[in-house]
């Protein structure tokens, strides 16, 4: 009977180990983190931190000051999920002064001909890839995001 306790007991942290690739972003937790980044933030206004990588698919803490360049990424979409703030989301249309930063990723000064989609706290949206999209934020304005890049 002892050695079966005993053996029960050396296998508890093994049934309450995290399954592989699981991972748990508390609300609060990730808003701090987010605003954690300020001090980072680039030239563009811009502070992210990866917080984690699984396969296909990594997810990136933003803070945001400014509005952002254009973008679209050739294979990966954008899940976001919106923590604090305001801004106005450009979708579609065509990137005015295309430029490739890197294998897969075009930038440009704005988009011509997109959708405006005003979003705050609490607002999830899906890019898919090969989108064209910007953020824009008003004067004196913040954005905390959650992204979740996905591989297509």
Known sequence: MKFRVFGLLLALPLMSAEPAGYKYWNAQRLLDSERALAPKMSSLKVASERVGTFGNHHALALHR???????????????????????????????VKPHAT???????????????????????????????????????????????????
């Open 102 to 152: 890197e294998a897969g990723e075009i930038r440009g000064q704005s988009i011509d001909g997109g959708t405006r989609q005003k979003i705050s706290a609490g607002d999830i949206i899906h890019i898919p890839a090969k989108t064209p999209h910007q953020l824009l934020l008003d004067a004196g304005q913040q954005l905390n995001y959650f992204t979740l890049k996905v591989s297509e």
């Open 65 to 95: 000051e400014g509005s952002g360049q254009a973008e679209l990424h050739q294979r990966l979409a954008d899940l976001m999920v919106i923590q604090s703030g305001t801004a106005t989301l450009v979708v579609g249309g065509t990137i």
